[in-house]
Nanobody
Framework: QVQLVESGGGLVQAGGSLRLSCAASRSIFGINSMGWYRQAPGKQRELVATITSGGSTDYADSVKGRFTISRDSAKNTIFLQMSSLKPEDTAVYYC?????????????WGQGTQVTVSS
């Protein structure tokens, strides 16, 4: 069973930075997309950023210019560099790997890491 393990969350003041990491316990064949989602209390989970196997990235409008998603394919790891953090960025952040085959699509999720931004 593949596990995604996140790290790097914590408490930071507004304007500060954090770097999240998500490592897969082993290589997963057929991963086409990887990304970060977040869920704030009382809100739905929302997409933060994605990166494809080809290296293309996409961001939610709310984080463009402040967050950067990257990957280390050799280590089956993705990162989320978060800068200029705002209190509204406070949420549990989840990483997601999407495996696609001709038969189906499968999602792998991390356990979540708390990010709290104080004003």
């Amino acid at each position: 069973q593949v596990q995604l393990v996140e790290s790097g969350g914590g408490l930071v003041q507004a304007g500060g930075s954090l770097r999240l990491s998500c490592a897969a316990s082993r290589s997963i064949f057929g991963i086409n997309s990887m990304g970060w989602y977040r869920q704030a209390p009382g809100k739905q989970r929302e997409l933060v950023a994605t990166i494809t196997s080809g290296g293309s990235t996409d961001y939610a409008d709310s984080v463009k210019g402040r967050f950067t998603i990257s990957r280390d394919s050799a280590k089956n790891t993705i990162f989320l560099q978060m800068s200029s953090l705002k209190p509204e960025d406070t949420a549990v952040y989840y990483c997601n790997f999407v495996q696609t085959s001709i038969w189906n699509t499968r999602d792998f999720w991390g356990q979540g890491t708390q990010v709290t931004v104080s004003s």
